[in-house]
């Protein structure tokens, strides 16, 4: 069954100082890759009536718990509160929200057949991000379509795909948010892909909450020393962050995404020529 969203629904004001974006919903988006179709929610970012500008672009999962908590199935990120927050320090984007399609999103955000889940397509998945997805919302919207200016970010299942795509398509994502990422999955299989890919310039963010469990900050940790190992360098083209308070839960990602914004989104928008 396909993903619909709630297209009654009124999108809240922010309640801070910052300006409000808008929304635009686009409908019935088709994936030949997964012989499927679900609804995008894109945010545009205070400054997108701007006609001189253009904007980095993020691809986020579980896109119905992005924005709006009637839409969401454990809560919300409010990830337009923390963008048009972003945008006081000059730091804006456009967030595309790309749903989960329910019973599919352990098939869809898995790399690696699994044993006991069955078959996983995030490969196809992340092909209907790179081939279908980014080039509609690049026709469409105004971006920065260089691979810099555009990431990936997602928590859980989505942080474990959000790796996935990072590495394996370097041509299309240059900057990606793992939060929570389920590192287990699949027999650990993550880290050994890791540590054959490339080291893909860009810059990566990932992190864990203490709350989540000890297998789980030790997953985090063992991903930061491949890393480190490949190349990577804390503080310049790596975050690793621990959260002592944190939970498996939108609350906490929703807090540790908005502090994570500004080393995502360190270039700044152009203008358009």
């Not at 019935?28 to 894109?42: A, G, T």
């Amino acid at each position: 069954m396909p993903y619909r969203s709630n297209r009654k629904v009124q999108w809240k004001q922010d309640a801070t100082d910052a300006p409000s974006g808008s929304f635009e919903l686009l409908p019935d988006v088709y994936s030949p890759q997964l012989k499927n179709e679900r609804d995008l929610l894109v945010y545009l970012p205070p400054s997108h009536d701007d006609a001189t500008r253009r904007f980095p672009v993020i691809y986020m999962h579980d896109g119905q718990n992005l924005f709006d908590p009637a839409m969401s199935f454990s809560g919300a990120w409010e990830v337009d509160d923390a963008v048009a927050a972003a945008s006081l320090q000059g730091l804006e984007a456009i967030i595309v929200g790309i749903p989960n399609m329910r019973q599919q999103r352990l098939s869809e955000y898995s790399p690696f057949d699994m044993k006991e889940y069955g078959e996983g397509h995030g490969g196809e998945y992340v092909d209907f991000l790179a081939q279908t997805v980014k080039p509609m919302i690049d026709r469409r919207f105004p971006t920065l379509p260089a691979r810099e200016h555009t990431g990936i970010a997602g928590s859980s299942l989505g942080g474990l795909i959000t790796l996935y795509g990072f590495f394996r398509n370097p041509e299309t994502f240059g900057f990606a948010a793992a939060l929570s990422p389920s590192l287990w999955l699949a027999g650990a299989a993550i880290f050994p892909f890791i540590e054959q890919a490339a080291n893909v310039r860009g810059r990566l963010y990932v992190d864990v909450g203490h709350q989540e469990g000890q297998k789980h900050v030790e997953n985090v940790r063992l991903l930061r020393d491949v890393l480190t190992r490949k190349g990577y360098r804390e503080g310049v083209d790596l975050r690793i962050v621990e959260d002592r308070d944190g939970h498996h839960h939108e609350s906490a990602w929703a807090r540790r995404f908005r502090a994570a914004l500004p080393f995502l989104l360190t270039r700044r928008e152009r203008r358009r020529s």
